[in-house]
């Protein structure tokens, strides 16, 4: 199963006193395979199974509470944003390891 790091920046902010701070967010996850309709189930579409969610401002770690955690994982959009980072980040590494294959057989020539 492969593994994916996606990071996103939050901005927490006071909508009357007007301050603003952002910190990073990293999100590890795995997608899970298709798994086709059976006579015990219906079809599984992949879906992404986070393992690990940490934040960040400036280098070093933060603590969020974990009532703010859930509400951003938990949210409409998240897991197909996870899902797009997870199809980007397969076919750039498809694509670098064509690049690799395409040096490899240059160089033995």
């Keep these: 199963m492969n593994r994916f790091t996606a990071k996103q920046n939050i901005t927490i902010s006071g909508d ?11 999100v ?5 395979k298709f798994i ?11 879906a992404p199974d986070v393992t690990e969610v940490t934040f960040s401002r400036n280098g070093e770690d933060v603590t969020l509470p974990s009532w703010l955690i859930d509400g951003i994982l938990d949210r ?20 670098d390891h064509a ?7 240059q160089e033995a020539a």
């Excluded at 009357?16 to 990293?26: K, N, R, Y």
């Excluded at 086709?36 to 992949?46: L, M, Q, T």
């Design 36 to 46: 086709p309709a059976s006579n015990d189930g219906p079809a599984e579409e992949p």
């Design 76 to 95: 409409d959009g998240f897991d197909t944003w996870l899902m797009s980072e997870a199809k980007e980040q397969s076919k750039q590494a498809e694509e």
């Design 28 to 32: 590890s996850f795995t997608v899970s």
């Design 99 to 105: 690049d690799h294959k395409r040096a490899m057989r």
């Design 16 to 26: 009357s006193c007007g301050f603003e701070i952002e910190v990073e967010m990293t």
